[in-house]
């Protein structure tokens, strides 16, 4: 039998299923709810049992027609190719009855496993046929362009790991570099809700910088009240003292000077007392450029500053933005190590790096966020991508308008 369920029934379907993700979440069918849209959460019942569910959400299009939505696609054994297709024409007479001129899905599903350099595994996940099989049941495959959510991600195993496997399987580079920026006592706070201009502030100058439309205050308040009261979410901030900063490097600087001292005046001690000029002159010029920023910004400044979604077997690393001018600190590692032990000390399968564009070539712009990710150690995660499922003629018109537009 289908039909609409409640909202708790769902609920305790999705937590229990072993392709749920924040997305597919009533949270964001709240969300949702607050840019206009409309939630549906439906389900196919056994007897009293769920054997597949779905959160959907429209909102009206043109020709007085919906456009109708399940982020993440459905909850259901994709494997089963009778159930989904029953539930897939379940879905499409409810949307029919509801006025909608389609439904699309993004299934929370790999395409095909792939290694850390998206070279696909062999022998690994593969799940190219159920394409076909969606293609077979009526769905037509969008382009990367007109898809909703990311496509491409990078992610970590944490599943029975420690800290220290954790750091010992990153790229040496990444290690130090994290190794170095701990060094300079950056301190890592969780954000309160009224602290989150902190956050967007930053994420604007990003998307300055950067050439992307940061999302307003009001969808990051949003989403903290949604997603807070569960302990779901996190807003992270990467602050420095540079009172404590230029204490730390004048300590450094006297230990480098008295090491020195201590060195006798034979020849063969030249080599070590080079080494200390080159390590005390590079002390003095972070020491000159601390001051420079002390007495231009005061006391703290903000580095960097990220939001993570909580939903397990995974944390997801959803956003984040860096002040530009501090870069030279390397916040953003620290964050992202701070995370990965939070994951691994909280029993998480993995860690989400979340999106990467898919473009594997060095002279792509945005190569630097791939290659930073990379760093950590982990494996491409290539999803099936997103279908519509045509429901009216008016689905053809609409394809026809957007090309136009575009």
Known sequence: MFGEIKEEEYRKFWEESPIRTFLSSPEIGSLREKEGWKKYFLGLKEGKKLKAATMIVSRKAHFGKYDFYAPRGFLLDYNDKEL???FTNDVKDFVKKHNGYEFRIDPYVVNVERDTDAKIVEG???NRWLVSYLKKLGYKKLSKDDTEQVIWMYALDTKDKTEDDMMKNMKPNTRNTIRKALKNGIEIKELKKYELGEFFKIMEETGKRKEFNARNLKYYENMYDLFKPSGNIKFLIARLSLKDYIKGLEKNKKEAKEKK???????YNDGKRKAFDNEINSIEKRLSKAKELKEKYGDIINLSSSMFILTKP??????SGNVDEFMNFNAQY???WEMIKYAVDNKYDRYNFYGITGNFDKNDKDYGIYEFKTGFNGYV???IGEYAYPTSFVYYIMKLIHKIRK
């Open 84 to 86: 989904l297709k029953e």
């Open 124 to 126: 690994g996940e593969d």
């Open 261 to 267: 001292d201590a060195l006798g005046p034979a020849k």
């Open 314 to 319: 995974e944390v997801i690393y959803l956003s």
């Open 334 to 336: 620290l964050i992202q």
């Open 381 to 383: 995660e290539e999803l």
